[in-house]
């Protein structure tokens, strides 16, 4: 079979173990279920809701994946799609990236638009080997469970005002209307995602 096929193939249930310098790929809707590939058997996140950000920073549910990639792995990609909406008329967030405990500062993002209704992917790259760099994600060696995670919150200037405020894994108007839900109508979208262990080639 050719490996174009063997790739669709494998992308349509959730794993990609062969093909170019891609060691394997576990990518899945975040609801929980499980997806296996060489490495071992990985549950995903389990997200039923969509989240509000607050002034702090927090977690983006389903945004905390533990990894320890095959042996040979030179950079682990991760991606995380998802929505980040209006709440307020200019919703205005901040996002940080996280391997285990240390962030990567120069992956720092913000998003920010009048009447925003966007899906993100929020991807980010952790290069394995040579010397450690906290703030672009670089790190000497990965042999155990690490997690990555994304944390996330919106803007507040002090004053108690609300027109910046956000929303994750919502979508608001479809069909030309405005979707089912409160304020400015709201469905809750599952985010899914990836992580793509990948070597030199």
Not at 23 to 48: A, F, H, K, L
Not at 139 to 147: E, I, L
Not at 190 to 199: G, M, Q, Y
Request: aromatic share 10%.
């Amino acid at each position: 079979m050719p490996l174009s096929k063997i790739l669709s193939a494998s992308i349509a249930t959730g794993a990609v173990d062969a093909g170019s310098n891609i060691i394997e790929q576990i990518q899945g809707v975040c609801d929980g279920r499980s997806v296996t590939v060489p490495s071992g058997t990985y549950t995903m996140p389990n997200v039923t809701a969509l989240q509000a950000l607050t002034g702090s920073y927090a977690d983006v549910t389903g945004s905390s994946f533990t990894y320890n990639p095959p042996s040979g792995t030179t950079k682990v990609v991760y991606n995380l799609h998802t929505w980040f909406v209006r709440d307020g008329d200019y919703p205005l967030g901040h996002f940080r990236f996280y391997v285990d405990s240390d962030e990567a500062t120069k992956f720092r993002k913000t998003l920010y638009g009048a009447y925003l209704i966007y899906p993100v992917d929020l991807k980010y790259i952790i290069t394995i080997g040579g010397s450690a760099d906290t703030a672009n994600a670089n790190v000497a060696s990965w042999s155990s469970n690490k997690t990555m995670k994304i944390q996330a919150r919106e803007y507040t200037d002090g004053s108690g005002g609300s027109t910046n405020t956000g929303n994750m894994h919502k979508m608001v108007y479809f069909d030309g209307t405005s979707a089912s839900g409160s304020g400015n109508g709201s469905t809750y979208i599952a985010p899914t995602l990836t992580i793509t262990a990948l070597k030199d080639t």
